[in-house]
């Protein structure tokens, strides 16, 4: 499966969109965090169990990347377990954003 990879940019947020996308950012770095040394126990982990803000898609893809990170270590392709530091960027697919369709006159 080839996985195409696209960067998008916020169109002029505002201000207050810019603070909550820097604020949902941190969050989601924390999530990562919690997640890795949850899944390193030995924990089963789903959305409804991560106790973090934030929508389930994204709680979600943390849990990928924690399994990830922890299988990494075990099998030795990482000498330890990873710290994530700062500002993790989120992944966005059709199921993080909703698409507004305007009609701007004509037909």
């Not at 941190?26 to 789903?46: A, M, P």
């Not at 991560?50 to 943390?62: D, G, Q, R, T, Y």
Request: glycine share 4%; net charge positive; with cysteine.
């Amino acid at each position: 499966m080839v996985i195409i990879t696209f960067v998008v940019k916020l169109k002029k947020p505002t201000r207050v969109k810019h603070k909550q996308w820097v604020e949902d950012q941190l969050e989601y770095t924390k999530c990562l965090n919690w997640c890795i040394q949850e899944v390193y126990r030995g924990e089963k982990l789903s959305s409804k169990d991560v106790p973090f803000n934030l929508m389930s898609c994204i709680k979600n893809e943390a849990i990928r990347r924690a399994k990830k990170a922890v299988s990494d270590y075990r099998k030795g392709n990482a000498k330890n377990l990873p710290v994530f530091k700062g500002y993790q960027s989120i992944s966005i697919n059709n199921q993080n954003w909703d698409t507004q369709t305007k009609n701007e006159g004509g037909t």
